[in-house]
């Protein structure tokens, strides 16, 4: 996981952050991080994972939710849902940040679906600070 030193963060960093660990950043739309995330200040906090399950957008990802990672014990790898390495996955990666903007979980819907799998109670948030 990334390490980080303050509680209060900008937009720019979050949105940076999200661009750093999203395997595919050319996926992330512009309007999105512009409108969402870098008008906005964020507080890292842990909340309680079950938090996200108020959110109708993840709740329905949540609800058929398939894995998109596993762990070959094989090789020591994580692989993804089309059976290709994942290398930037590792077992420190699941608990990064998620990114919550209104009460809206706008990044991390997999890393916070496999934690309420797993049966995690918290989970670490940039929150937007209103």
């Known amino acids: 996981m990334p390490q980080f030193r303050d509680n209060i963060y900008t937009g720019k960093f979050v949105a940076s952050y999200i661009e750093d660990i999203t395997r595919y950043p050319e996926d992330i739309p512009s309007y999105w991080i512009k409108e969402y995330v870098l008008p906005n200040k964020f507080e890292l906090k842990i909340i ?14 949540y609800d058929s939710f398939i894995p998109r990672y596993s762990y070959s014990d094989f ?6 849902d089309n059976d290709e390495p ?13 990114v919550i903007v209104d ?3 706008i990044d991390g819907y997999s890393r916070a679906a496999t934690l309420l799998n797993d049966g995690a109670e918290t989970i670490e948030a940039f929150v937007k600070i209103n």
């Open 48 to 61: 309680d994972i079950k938090d996200v399950l108020d959110d109708p957008n993840f709740l329905e990802y």
């Open 86 to 98: 994942a290398p930037h996955v590792t077992e420190n990666t699941l608990y990064d940040p998620i």
């Open 103 to 105: 009460n809206i979980l």
């Open 75 to 80: 090789d020591g790898f994580y692989w993804d």
